[in-house]
C-alpha cells in the first residue's frame, strides 16, 4: 500500500507565498518522477511542474519564474513553493508519483488527496 500525504495549502491574499509538501509512504521500492497539479472549478486537471529522479525539472508556463519544485529523495517528499501568488492560482494541488513497488521495473500512477490554495485580490 502506497500512500501521498500533502500538507501546506491554505488561504493568502494576492502577492503572497505557500510551500507545499507531498510524502510518499508505504512499500516503496523506487519512486521516478514526481509532480504537481491542479484544477480549479469548472476547469481540467492540468500540470504544473515534474521533477524526475534526477532532479530535473519542466514548469507550466504560466508558473514559471514564481513556483519552484524540489525534492527530498531520502524523505520520498516532493515541495512546491509558490511565490507571488495570483487569484487564478486558487485550485486544488495534486501531487503525483510514479512509484515501483517492487524489483518488477513496472511504476504504477499515484495521486494525493489534494490540498486547497485560496489566493485572494
Known amino acids: 500500500q502506497v500512500q501521498l500525504v500533502e500538507s501546506g495549502g491554505g488561504l493568502v491574499q494576492a502577492g503572497g507565498s505557500l510551500r507545499l509538501s507531498c510524502a510518499a509512504s508505504?512499500?516503496?521500492?523506487?519512486?521516478?518522477?514526481m509532480g504537481w497539479y491542479r484544477q480549479a472549478p469548472g476547469k481540467q486537471r492540468e500540470a504544473v511542474t515534474i521533477i524526475t529522479s534526477g532532479g530535473t525539472t519542466n514548469y507550466a508556463d504560466s508558473v514559471k519564474g514564481r513556483f519552484t519544485v524540489s525534492r527530498d529523495n531520502a524523505k520520498n517528499t516532493v515541495y512546491l513553493q509558490m511565490n507571488s501568488l495570483k487569484p487564478e492560482d486558487t485550485a486544488v494541488y495534486y501531487c503525483?508519483?510514479?512509484?515501483?513497488?517492487?524489483?518488477?521495473?513496472?511504476?504504477?500512477?499515484?495521486w494525493g488527496q489534494g490540498t486547497q490554495v485560496t489566493v485572494s485580490s
Open positions: 508505504g512499500s516503496i521500492f523506487s519512486i521516478g518522477a
Open positions: 503525483n508519483a510514479k512509484i515501483r513497488i517492487s524489483a518488477i521495473p513496472t511504476s504504477n500512477n499515484y
